[in-house]
């Protein structure tokens, strides 16, 4: 169907169909609401092409994250279409699975040019690599595994988050806190500032780091989580707090303590991160570092479209907020 064939319906011209289409203010609501009844019943869809010809924008974005299937990604990718569709843009999501190859063509490809943004969150490129990409696009970045001057970016104080949470379990007093856990291979800066925050308020509060405390992972999956924890508890070494770097992890690792007899809290307290749904209706439910996510997507959106619309200059780089969302886990 074309423009054409909807002013033919709605007896009107083909410039007014393009007003309505573009929602141009001086458009009466008579004649809109005519126009849009006759869009409706054929089913008009305004070809992006010939928009991007016209106005030099398509009217959409798009999302690169690192796993659609990840509770934070999946709620963040929410959040992101519910304020880019507040904001008049539609949103297209592509999985990156966090290879290095596909987070270079999010960059330099930018989706052949059918958007006119990008909001990205990185898991292997550096902060070099996106910088020296010539940005035709505009881009923002998620995350903390690349950060470059020139870019706009939206994350949390992960530091902080990780030293709050386990300064809380100080506060219960805890002594043997573990942090579960170090990822092989990876890149993404989110471990890291984690591990520091972990860091940070054990030497505070005057407390032996013991790098036996830090558990290492294989990969992502909860099943690595789990198998973590057993081969801990198997060598025999105990605590009795412990800071996990995501909700998978902090759900695996309780229902593996619980296999083994340890009690949460009364034996080990337990902190995950993002507040995903899993942890609401786990028993006992856990307490979690919970990111203002919708600030995340509306902070991200907001600085993409004032690129979009021509802001210039270096790379603005935002903290959204979070919170301690404790429950039974760490009470």
């Excluded at 505009?138 to 939206?154: N, T, W």
Aim: proline share 3%; charged share 25%; hydrophobic share 45%.
């Amino acid at each position: 169907m074309r423009l054409s064939d909807v002013a033919k319906l709605a007896g009107v011209s083909v410039k007014t169909v393009s007003n309505v289409v573009h929602d141009y203010e001086h458009v009466s609501e008579s004649m809109r609401t005519r126009v849009q009844e006759a869009i409706d019943t054929l089913g008009y869809r305004p070809n992006l092409t010939a928009r991007r010809l016209v106005t030099g924008r398509t009217g959409m974005i798009a999302l690169a994250i690192p796993e659609t299937a990840h509770h934070y990604f999946s709620s963040i990718a929410d959040a992101i279409v519910k304020a880019a569709e507040s904001r008049g843009y539609r949103v297209l999501i592509e999985q990156t699975d966090g290879i290095a190859e596909r987070e270079l063509a999010v960059m330099r490809d930018r989706e052949a040019g059918l958007v006119d943004g990008v909001i990205f969150q990185p898991a292997q490129v550096t902060s070099l690599e996106i910088a020296e990409i010539r940005a035709d696009t505009p881009v923002v970045l998620l995350g903390e595994a690349a950060m470059p001057l020139s870019i706009d970016h939206v994350m949390i104080d992960n530091v902080e988050a990780a030293k709050v949470s386990v300064e809380h379990l100080l506060k219960q007093g805890r002594k043997k806190i573990a942090f579960l856990g170090a990822v092989e291979n990876d890149n993404a800066g989110a471990t890291i500032r984690r591990l520091a925050g972990y860091q940070y308020a054990l030497d505070q509060a005057g407390l032996f780091l013991d790098p036996q405390l830090v558990l290492s992972v294989d990969s992502f999956m909860a099943e690595a989580a789990a198998l973590a924890i057993r081969k801990a508890l198997e060598s025999g070494l105990r605590f009795d707090g412990l800071l996990c770097r995501d909700d998978r992890f902090a759900v695996a690792a309780l229902q593996e303590l619980r296999r083994s007899g340890i009690r949460v809290p009364e034996d080990v307290a337990i902190v995950g991160w993002d507040d995903s749904e899993l942890t609401q209706f786990s028993n006992p439910t856990i307490t979690v570092v919970a990111p203002a996510k919708d600030t995340i997507a509306a902070m991200a959106v907001d600085m993409l479209i004032e690129r979009i619309e021509g802001q210039t200059g270096v790379g603005r780089h935002r903290l959204a907020p979070f919170t301690l969302e404790t429950r039974e886990s760490a009470p």
